[in-house]
């Protein structure tokens, strides 16, 4: 996996950045074009997606913009590429997440359903 991650980024369609708060890490946030589905290019046409894959900030960083700024690198790294659309994944019961990424302009465009087997 971490071979593949790797090549994307070495691609150019990947990346990641490190937020850090008096050179100790504090969180990250990954990013890549996402090879989109036959639904999404009949709705979309051939527009390139990015998708904001992983974000991530330590409990105690939360809450002082370093989500916002590390949002901010991965939404001009994926615009600099060409990306139309961006995307990201969230569990629905993370509100402040929710919260967060509705106040950067993101809203409701997919629901999945999950059954427990």
């Known amino acids: 996996m971490a071979n593949l ?10 990346a990641i950045y490190i ?5 100790v890490r504090v969180g990250m946030v990954s990013a890549a074009v996402h090879t989109p589905s036959i639904a999404e290019v009949i709705e979309n046409g051939n527009m390139k997606i990015g998708v904001v894959t992983e974000l991530f900030v330590e409990p105690d960083s939360r809450r002082k913009g370093v989500a916002k700024k590390l949002m901010r690198s991965a939404e001009l790294f994926l615009k600099g590429i060409g990306c139309k659309i961006l995307s990201i ?9 929710i919260n967060l990424y509705r106040k950067q302009g993101y809203s409701e465009y997919e629901i999945v359903l999950d059954k427990r087997a």
Do not use: C, M, W, Y
């Not at 991650?5 to 990947?14: H, K, T, V």
């Not at 937020?19 to 050179?23: D, L, R």
């Open 5 to 14: 991650i790797l090549a994307e980024i070495r691609s150019g369609r990947a």
């Open 19 to 23: 937020a850090e708060i008096n050179q």
């Open 89 to 97: 994944h969230v569990i629905s019961a993370n509100k402040a997440a």
